[in-house]
Protein backbone atom coordinates (compact mmCIF):
# COMPACT_ATOMS: atom_id res chain seq x y z
CA UNK A 1 0.00 0.00 0.00
CA UNK A 2 1.59 3.45 -0.93
CA UNK A 3 1.77 6.08 2.03
CA UNK A 4 1.07 9.77 0.47
CA UNK A 5 2.15 12.57 2.39
CA UNK A 6 -0.43 14.31 4.85
CA UNK A 7 1.46 17.57 5.22
CA UNK A 8 3.55 19.92 2.56
CA UNK A 9 5.88 21.59 5.26
CA UNK A 10 7.13 19.28 7.76
CA UNK A 11 9.16 21.58 10.83
CA UNK A 12 11.49 20.20 13.06
CA UNK A 13 11.83 21.81 16.46
CA UNK A 14 14.86 21.31 18.77
CA UNK A 15 14.85 22.35 22.32
CA UNK A 16 17.34 23.91 24.53
CA UNK A 17 19.22 22.01 27.58
CA UNK A 18 22.71 22.44 27.17
CA UNK A 19 24.45 19.10 27.65
CA UNK A 20 21.19 17.05 27.19
CA UNK A 21 21.29 18.62 23.33
CA UNK A 22 23.66 16.42 22.18
CA UNK A 23 20.30 13.90 22.49
CA UNK A 24 18.96 15.87 19.61
CA UNK A 25 21.93 13.66 16.93
CA UNK A 26 20.18 10.77 18.16
CA UNK A 27 16.47 11.85 17.73
CA UNK A 28 17.18 13.26 14.07
CA UNK A 29 19.21 10.22 13.23
CA UNK A 30 16.16 8.33 14.44
CA UNK A 31 13.71 10.18 12.01
CA UNK A 32 15.69 10.07 9.33
CA UNK A 33 16.22 6.26 9.38
CA UNK A 34 12.60 6.58 9.72
CA UNK A 35 12.20 8.38 5.82
CA UNK A 36 10.96 11.79 7.90
CA UNK A 37 13.02 14.79 6.88
CA UNK A 38 11.99 17.91 7.82
CA UNK A 39 11.46 20.84 5.59
CA UNK A 40 12.34 23.62 7.84
CA UNK A 41 14.48 23.36 11.32
CA UNK A 42 14.65 26.10 13.87
CA UNK A 43 16.23 25.89 17.70
CA UNK A 44 17.12 27.77 20.87
CA UNK A 45 20.15 27.30 22.68
CA UNK A 46 22.08 23.61 22.33
CA UNK A 47 18.96 23.00 19.75
CA UNK A 48 19.97 26.37 17.91
CA UNK A 49 23.78 24.07 17.59
CA UNK A 50 22.49 21.24 17.13
CA UNK A 51 19.76 22.78 14.32
CA UNK A 52 22.63 24.57 12.41
CA UNK A 53 25.19 21.82 11.91
CA UNK A 54 22.48 19.93 10.33
CA UNK A 55 21.15 22.24 8.22
CA UNK A 56 24.65 22.77 7.08
CA UNK A 57 24.92 18.80 6.13
CA UNK A 58 27.54 18.33 8.85
CA UNK A 59 25.59 15.95 11.26
CA UNK A 60 27.91 12.81 10.84
CA UNK A 61 30.88 15.72 11.95
CA UNK A 62 29.02 16.81 14.63
CA UNK A 63 28.50 13.31 16.68
CA UNK A 64 32.10 11.92 16.03
CA UNK A 65 33.43 15.23 17.54
CA UNK A 66 30.69 14.80 20.49
CA UNK A 67 31.54 11.34 21.10
CA UNK A 68 35.52 11.94 21.52
CA UNK A 69 34.58 14.70 24.21
CA UNK A 70 36.08 13.76 27.60
CA UNK A 71 35.49 16.29 30.76
CA UNK A 72 39.39 17.63 30.48
CA UNK A 73 38.52 18.61 26.67
CA UNK A 74 35.72 20.48 27.49
CA UNK A 75 37.15 22.37 30.51
CA UNK A 76 39.79 23.35 27.97
CA UNK A 77 37.07 24.65 25.62
CA UNK A 78 35.48 26.41 28.06
CA UNK A 79 37.04 29.25 28.77
CA UNK A 80 37.14 30.93 32.15
CA UNK A 81 36.36 35.08 32.53
CA UNK A 82 35.46 37.14 35.50
CA UNK A 83 33.33 39.88 33.22
CA UNK A 84 29.58 39.04 31.40
CA UNK A 85 29.67 35.47 32.73
CA UNK A 86 31.55 32.22 34.08
CA UNK A 87 32.51 30.92 30.53
CA UNK A 88 33.89 33.15 27.35
CA UNK A 89 33.19 30.37 25.29
CA UNK A 90 35.43 31.46 22.61
CA UNK A 91 37.69 28.24 21.73
CA UNK A 92 34.46 26.02 21.11
CA UNK A 93 32.55 28.82 19.27
CA UNK A 94 35.66 29.10 17.23
CA UNK A 95 35.69 25.52 15.90
CA UNK A 96 32.20 26.17 14.74
CA UNK A 97 32.92 29.06 13.26
CA UNK A 98 35.75 27.52 11.44
CA UNK A 99 33.22 24.54 10.28
CA UNK A 100 30.59 26.83 9.39
CA UNK A 101 33.49 28.56 7.55
CA UNK A 102 31.43 32.29 7.01
CA UNK A 103 27.66 31.03 5.63
CA UNK A 104 25.04 33.33 6.64
CA UNK A 105 21.99 31.36 7.53
CA UNK A 106 20.93 32.16 3.64
CA UNK A 107 23.28 29.48 2.76
CA UNK A 108 22.47 26.81 4.85
CA UNK A 109 20.67 23.17 3.23
CA UNK A 110 17.77 23.71 4.82
CA UNK A 111 15.48 27.07 5.97
CA UNK A 112 16.90 27.48 9.82
CA UNK A 113 16.14 30.16 12.45
CA UNK A 114 17.58 30.44 16.15
CA UNK A 115 15.73 31.88 19.12
CA UNK A 116 17.22 34.59 21.56
CA UNK A 117 16.52 36.63 24.17
CA UNK A 118 16.90 40.70 24.50
CA UNK A 119 18.38 40.95 27.81
CA UNK A 120 17.15 44.48 28.57
CA UNK A 121 13.78 44.08 27.48
CA UNK A 122 13.34 40.35 27.79
CA UNK A 123 11.80 40.25 23.83
CA UNK A 124 12.01 36.96 22.27
CA UNK A 125 14.56 37.44 18.60
CA UNK A 126 14.03 35.29 15.96
CA UNK A 127 17.44 35.22 14.04
CA UNK A 128 16.67 33.90 10.29
CA UNK A 129 19.35 35.75 8.36
CA UNK A 130 23.06 36.85 9.10
CA UNK A 131 25.66 35.33 10.04
CA UNK A 132 25.31 31.58 11.53
CA UNK A 133 27.52 31.55 14.36
CA UNK A 134 26.67 34.42 15.38
CA UNK A 135 23.02 33.71 15.91
CA UNK A 136 23.80 30.62 17.41
CA UNK A 137 26.31 32.53 20.02
CA UNK A 138 23.48 34.73 21.02
CA UNK A 139 21.03 31.46 21.25
CA UNK A 140 23.35 29.53 23.69
CA UNK A 141 24.65 32.81 25.66
CA UNK A 142 23.17 31.34 29.13
CA UNK A 143 23.02 34.10 31.58
CA UNK A 144 25.52 33.77 34.36
CA UNK A 145 27.32 31.09 32.58
CA UNK A 146 28.07 32.83 28.71
CA UNK A 147 29.13 36.01 28.25
CA UNK A 148 26.25 38.26 26.62
CA UNK A 149 26.18 38.81 22.58
CA UNK A 150 26.10 42.13 21.33
CA UNK A 151 23.78 41.98 18.04
CA UNK A 152 22.42 45.21 16.23
CA UNK A 153 22.80 47.59 19.05
CA UNK A 154 21.33 45.18 21.74
CA UNK A 155 22.48 42.40 24.45
CA UNK A 156 21.16 39.17 23.25
CA UNK A 157 21.12 35.93 25.93
CA UNK A 158 19.95 32.62 25.34
CA UNK A 159 16.85 31.92 23.85
CA UNK A 160 15.42 29.56 26.70
CA UNK A 161 14.73 32.47 28.73
CA UNK A 162 11.83 33.53 26.33
CA UNK A 163 10.71 29.92 24.56
CA UNK A 164 12.78 27.05 25.00
CA UNK A 165 11.18 24.92 22.57
CA UNK A 166 10.06 27.25 19.96
CA UNK A 167 7.09 25.76 18.49
CA UNK A 168 5.71 28.96 17.28
CA UNK A 169 9.11 30.04 15.29
CA UNK A 170 8.80 26.80 13.07
CA UNK A 171 4.73 27.73 12.37
CA UNK A 172 6.27 31.42 11.38
CA UNK A 173 8.24 29.65 8.81
CA UNK A 174 5.34 28.19 7.40
CA UNK A 175 5.58 24.22 8.72
CA UNK A 176 2.21 23.08 8.43
CA UNK A 177 3.57 20.06 10.72
CA UNK A 178 5.74 20.66 13.73
CA UNK A 179 7.94 18.18 15.62
CA UNK A 180 9.46 19.33 18.30
CA UNK A 181 11.83 17.51 20.65
CA UNK A 182 11.72 19.06 24.69
CA UNK A 183 14.63 17.65 26.71
CA UNK A 184 13.20 19.12 30.09
CA UNK A 185 10.32 17.13 30.35
CA UNK A 186 11.47 15.54 34.04
CA UNK A 187 15.20 16.94 34.11
CA UNK A 188 14.71 17.81 38.14
CA UNK A 189 16.07 14.77 40.14
CA UNK A 190 14.12 12.82 37.91
CA UNK A 191 11.25 14.35 39.29
CA UNK A 192 8.50 13.64 36.87
CA UNK A 193 5.91 16.84 37.06
CA UNK A 194 3.03 15.22 34.87
CA UNK A 195 1.78 13.43 38.12
CA UNK A 196 2.11 12.31 41.32
CA UNK A 197 4.66 10.49 42.80
CA UNK A 198 3.87 7.27 43.50
CA UNK A 199 6.14 5.81 46.64
CA UNK A 200 7.20 2.22 46.17
CA UNK A 201 7.11 -0.03 49.33
CA UNK A 202 10.96 -0.41 50.88
CA UNK A 203 13.58 -2.56 49.01
CA UNK A 204 14.82 -5.65 50.85
CA UNK A 205 18.57 -4.32 51.22
CA UNK A 206 19.62 -7.88 51.08
CA UNK A 207 18.02 -8.43 47.04
CA UNK A 208 19.41 -7.00 44.02
CA UNK A 209 18.34 -3.68 42.71
CA UNK A 210 15.61 -3.85 39.84
CA UNK A 211 16.01 -3.25 36.47
CA UNK A 212 14.50 0.11 35.34
CA UNK A 213 13.09 -0.20 31.63
CA UNK A 214 12.40 2.35 29.37
CA UNK A 215 9.36 2.82 27.36
CA UNK A 216 10.95 0.74 24.53
CA UNK A 217 11.64 -2.08 27.03
CA UNK A 218 15.02 -1.90 27.19
CA UNK A 219 17.15 -0.96 30.61
CA UNK A 220 17.86 2.48 31.34
CA UNK A 221 21.73 3.56 30.89
CA UNK A 222 22.99 3.32 34.25
CA UNK A 223 23.25 7.02 34.63
CA UNK A 224 19.95 7.73 33.41
CA UNK A 225 18.07 4.59 35.36
CA UNK A 226 16.60 6.22 38.80
CA UNK A 227 18.73 4.84 41.73
CA UNK A 228 15.13 3.18 43.42
CA UNK A 229 12.65 2.50 39.97
CA UNK A 230 10.45 -0.11 39.98
CA UNK A 231 10.59 -2.18 37.07
CA UNK A 232 7.35 -0.54 35.68
CA UNK A 233 8.49 2.60 33.77
CA UNK A 234 6.71 5.77 35.12
CA UNK A 235 6.81 5.08 39.49
CA UNK A 236 10.18 6.43 40.90
CA UNK A 237 10.93 7.81 43.94
CA UNK A 238 12.72 11.21 44.23
CA UNK A 239 16.41 11.67 45.85
CA UNK A 240 16.42 12.68 49.22
CA UNK A 241 17.52 15.69 49.50
CA UNK A 242 21.46 16.90 50.28
CA UNK A 243 22.07 18.71 53.50
CA UNK A 244 25.20 19.84 52.15
CA UNK A 245 25.08 23.47 50.60
CA UNK A 246 24.96 23.25 47.15
CA UNK A 247 27.72 24.84 45.45
CA UNK A 248 27.65 27.82 43.31
CA UNK A 249 27.67 25.68 40.12
CA UNK A 250 25.26 23.33 40.78
CA UNK A 251 23.04 26.15 42.55
CA UNK A 252 23.04 27.94 38.82
CA UNK A 253 22.39 24.59 36.78
CA UNK A 254 19.03 23.43 39.17
CA UNK A 255 17.72 27.42 38.46
CA UNK A 256 18.41 26.94 35.09
CA UNK A 257 16.87 23.64 35.26
CA UNK A 258 13.94 24.94 37.39
CA UNK A 259 13.27 27.78 34.64
CA UNK A 260 13.87 25.80 31.82
CA UNK A 261 11.03 22.85 32.97
CA UNK A 262 8.40 26.01 33.90
CA UNK A 263 8.81 28.10 31.06
CA UNK A 264 8.60 25.06 28.20
CA UNK A 265 5.53 23.69 30.09
CA UNK A 266 4.21 27.16 29.75
CA UNK A 267 4.54 27.93 26.01
CA UNK A 268 3.82 24.48 25.14
CA UNK A 269 0.52 24.21 27.07
CA UNK A 270 -0.37 27.63 24.62
CA UNK A 271 1.88 26.79 21.78
CA UNK A 272 1.01 23.19 21.18
CA UNK A 273 3.54 20.94 18.71
CA UNK A 274 1.69 18.32 16.71
CA UNK A 275 4.02 16.04 17.74
CA UNK A 276 6.17 15.73 20.76
CA UNK A 277 8.95 14.48 21.66
CA UNK A 278 10.70 14.11 25.17
CA UNK A 279 13.32 12.12 25.87
CA UNK A 280 14.21 10.91 29.51
CA UNK A 281 17.78 12.72 30.45
CA UNK A 282 16.71 13.40 34.21
CA UNK A 283 20.28 12.04 35.04
CA UNK A 284 22.26 14.65 32.70
CA UNK A 285 23.85 17.60 33.97
CA UNK A 286 23.54 20.82 32.06
CA UNK A 287 27.35 20.45 32.10
CA UNK A 288 27.83 16.80 31.00
CA UNK A 289 28.96 17.30 27.42
CA UNK A 290 31.17 14.44 27.98
CA UNK A 291 27.82 12.25 27.95
CA UNK A 292 27.45 12.29 24.46
CA UNK A 293 26.40 8.30 24.03
CA UNK A 294 24.07 7.88 26.18
CA UNK A 295 22.45 11.49 25.25
CA UNK A 296 22.24 10.19 21.86
CA UNK A 297 20.86 6.66 22.39
CA UNK A 298 17.86 8.13 24.51
CA UNK A 299 17.03 10.62 21.55
CA UNK A 300 16.77 7.94 19.49
CA UNK A 301 14.76 5.48 22.13
CA UNK A 302 12.57 8.48 22.20
CA UNK A 303 11.95 8.89 18.74
CA UNK A 304 11.78 5.42 18.10
CA UNK A 305 8.85 4.52 20.62
CA UNK A 306 6.73 7.57 18.88
CA UNK A 307 7.42 6.19 15.38
CA UNK A 308 3.93 4.80 15.11
CA UNK A 309 2.46 7.82 16.20
CA UNK A 310 4.53 9.64 14.54
CA UNK A 311 3.97 7.84 10.84
CA UNK A 312 -0.05 7.86 11.40
CA UNK A 313 0.27 11.73 11.76
CA UNK A 314 2.44 12.46 8.70
CA UNK A 315 0.72 10.34 6.33
CA UNK A 316 -2.71 9.27 4.46
CA UNK A 317 -3.42 5.82 3.36
Same mark, same amino acid.
Request: proline share 7%; glycine share 10%.
Given at each position: =?? &? &? &? &????????L?G????? @?????A +?????????????V?????G????A???N????W???????L? @?????????L? +?????L????????F?????GR???Q????FA???????? #???? @??????????????I????I????????V??V? #?G???????????? =????C??? +??????????????????????L???AP??????????? @???????A?????????????P?????? =??S?I??????????IT??R????P?? +?????R??? =????????????I?? #???????????????????
Amino acid at each position: =MI &R &R &R &RYSRIGLVLGGGAARG @WAHIGA +IRALHDAGIKPDVVCGTSIGALVGAVYANGDLDWLEEWVSRLT @WQTVVRLLDLR +ISGGLLGGRKVIQLFADKFAGRSIAQLDLPFAAVATELDT #GREI @WLQDGSTIDSVRASIAIPGIFTPVWHNGVWLVD #GGLSNPVPVSVARG =MRADCVIA +IDLNNDILNGRDFGGPVIETPALDPTAPPPVALRRNGKP @WPRWLAPAEASATNDVRVPPKPSTHVPS =MLSSIAQSIDIMQVRITRSRLAGEPAD +ILIQPRLGG =MGIFDFHRAAPAIEE #GRAAVEHMLPAIRARLTLE
